[in-house]
């Protein structure tokens, strides 16, 4: 059962930009923390962004403070996290995934996580 659905992937140019949202029931993760991981080819996986269930809090990972924006909304059946990427760099390629855990408050590099999107392809030309 899918419970994450991610879309906004593609190709876009060194200094572009991409917007990735990440739809999830109300009903089930409207306690969660959610955020975003991502595998450039070859490499691990590596934490993104995290926000916690109200949007109060926002945790980055260094390479991409100042260049990424993690934000939620909520409607009556949804929830919609949103990646909004800047300035993107060849070394942002890769494939970027949803991710949601109740199992602490802000998802952070090294958090559990309970539920994973099936993730969508981000390709930076140079």
């Known amino acids: 059962q899918v419970q994450l659905v991610e879309s906004g992937g593609g190709l876009v140019q060194t200094g572009g930009s991409l917007r990735l949202s990440c739809a999830a029931s109300?009903?089930?993760?409207?306690?969660?923390?959610m955020g975003w991981f991502r595998q450039p080819p070859g490499k691990e996986r590596e934490f993104v962004a995290g926000?916690?269930?109200?949007?109060?809090?926002?945790?980055?990972a260094d390479s991409v403070k100042g260049r990424f924006a993690i934000s939620i909304s909520r409607d009556n059946r949804k929830i919609t996290v949103y990646l909004q990427m800047n300035t993107l760099k060849p070394e942002d390629t890769a494939v970027y995934s949803c991710?949601?855990?109740?199992?602490?408050?802000?998802?952070?590099?090294?958090?559990?996580?309970?539920?994973w999107g099936q993730g969508t392809q981000v390709t930076v030309s140079s």
């Open positions: 109300r009903r089930t993760f409207s306690a969660y923390t």
């Open positions: 926000i916690n269930w109200n949007g109060g809090r926002t945790y980055y």
């Open positions: 991710a949601a855990t109740d199992r602490v408050t802000l998802l952070q590099p090294n958090s559990p996580v309970d539920y």
